[in-house]
């Protein structure tokens, strides 16, 4: 067997990329014990993609594992919600969740266009259940956060220039200082408004 035409066939590129099947993989290693040049090429090879693998690893920002974690918690917390004890919505939230603990709180029908129930205004946090027939008209804010999590109906969400369509389950975080208002394209819209206050 010639060793060089071994090496420049490409087989142990694919097996140092775990790309060859169980078969193929014996046979190289079997090689690798028989020809000290193979195995140096593998080596070399190994190396050569932890090196480029390096290159593109990046530390992650400060924070980030408490991050997931309080995510993880405020989900397995919104499986179980109750109405006194709500978690925060964000853009994992399941619109079926919050949709079958909020339900018992609403009127079976209302004659008015907005209709909001307060669910939570504690600790920098206000909640409601907004349901909307037509129209929400344009406001801004300053010092909250305000996101939504549509629960049932379509709106357009309109901030400033940028037209956004949302249908059950679509979460929105409307940027600070950004006029806005919401036109209800199949509704009525019912959703979970939330305002976080920003030190």
């Known amino acids: ?33 028989t020809y000290p040049e193979i195995e140096k090429e593998i080596d070399d090879n190994l190396l050569a993609l932890e090196e480029y693998a390096s290159s593109f690893e990046r530390q ?4 980030t594992k408490e991050k997931i974690l309080a995510l993880i ?28 603990t909020i339900k ?32 929400y008209p344009d406001e801004v804010h300053t010092k909250v956060q305000e996101s939504a999590l549509v629960l049932q109906g379509e709106c357009c969400c309109i901030i400033e220039d940028e037209e956004i369509q949302l249908k059950p389950g679509g979460y929105l975080e409307i940027p600070f200082n950004a006029h806005h208002n919401i036109q209800v394209t199949n509704g009525p819209v019912l959703a979970i408004i939330q305002r976080l206050k920003v030190a």
Not at 3 to 21: F, N, P, Q, R, V
Not at 77 to 99: T, V
Not at 110 to 127: A, H, M, Y
Request: net charge negative; proline share 6%; hydrophobic share 40%.
């Open 73 to 100: 918690e405020n989900l397995e917390k919104e499986e179980n919600a109750q109405p006194g004890n709500l978690p925060l919505i964000n853009r994992f939230s399941s619109h079926e969740n919050w949709l079958k």
């Open 104 to 135: 018992p709180l609403l009127p079976p029908s209302t004659d008015e266009d907005v209709f909001v129930k307060i669910l939570r205004n504690d600790s920098g946090v206000f909640q409601a259940v907004l349901w909307l027939k037509s129209y």
């Open 60 to 63: 992650p920002q400060l924070g």
């Open 1 to 33: 067997m010639n060793i060089k035409d071994y090496i420049a066939s490409g087989i142990l590129d694919e097996y140092c990329m775990g790309m060859l099947g169980e078969q193929e993989c014996l046979q190289v290693e079997q090689m690798a014990l």
